[in-house]
C-alpha cells in the first residue's frame, strides 16, 4: 500500500485560512503526469489498485475531478480506479461504513491474491 497526494503538479498557498485554496500548475500536463506515475507504479508493484479519498465538493473537487479525467486514460486490466468520498460516507464516527468501500474493491483483492495484516501493541508490549 502506498499513499500519497495525487500524482500531478498542484499546490497550495499556506494562509491564514481553515482550508487554503487549491491550486493546478499545469493542468494541461496532468494526463501525461499521472500516465507517467501509474506506469512507475505498475512497473515496481505489478496490478495496482488507486482509491481517491478526497471530497468530491469545496476546495479539494477541482483536484477529485482532474484526477479522475486523467484516471480514465490510464485504467486498464492491471490500474483501476475508484473514488470513495470518505469524509462524505463516513464522516468523524461512521467508520464501519468503510465496508462499503471493501464491498467496492474485494474482487480486486480476491484476484490479485492481496492480504493485510494487523497488529496491535500496547505500550507495556516495548
Not at 497550495?12 to 481553515?18: H, K, M, R, S
Not at 501525461?32 to 488507486?50: C, P, T
Not at 480514465?72 to 490500474?79: A, P, T
Request: proline residues 2%; charged residues 25%; glycine residues 6%.
Amino acid at each position: 500500500m502506498i499513499r500519497g497526494s495525487i500524482p500531478f503538479l498542484w499546490e497550495q498557498i499556506v494562509d491564514l485560512t481553515y482550508k487554503p485554496k487549491f491550486e493546478i500548475v499545469k493542468a494541461e500536463e496532468a494526463p501525461r503526469v499521472v500516465e507517467r506515475h501509474f506506469l512507475d507504479l505498475r512497473k515496481k508493484y505489478g496490478n495496482v489498485l488507486a482509491v481517491g479519498l478526497v471530497n468530491k465538493h469545496g476546495g479539494e473537487g477541482c483536484l477529485s475531478e482532474k484526477f479522475s479525467s486523467s484516471m480514465q486514460h490510464v485504467v486498464s486490466d492491471d490500474v483501476r480506479y475508484l473514488h470513495f468520498d470518505f469524509h462524505h460516507i463516513c464522516g468523524h464516527v461512521h467508520f464501519e461504513r468503510l465496508s462499503m468501500l471493501y464491498d467496492q474493491i474485494e474482487d480486486f483483492l480476491v484476484k490479485n491474491r492481496y492480504g493485510f495484516f494487523s497488529m496491535a501493541m500496547s505500550i507495556c508490549d516495548l
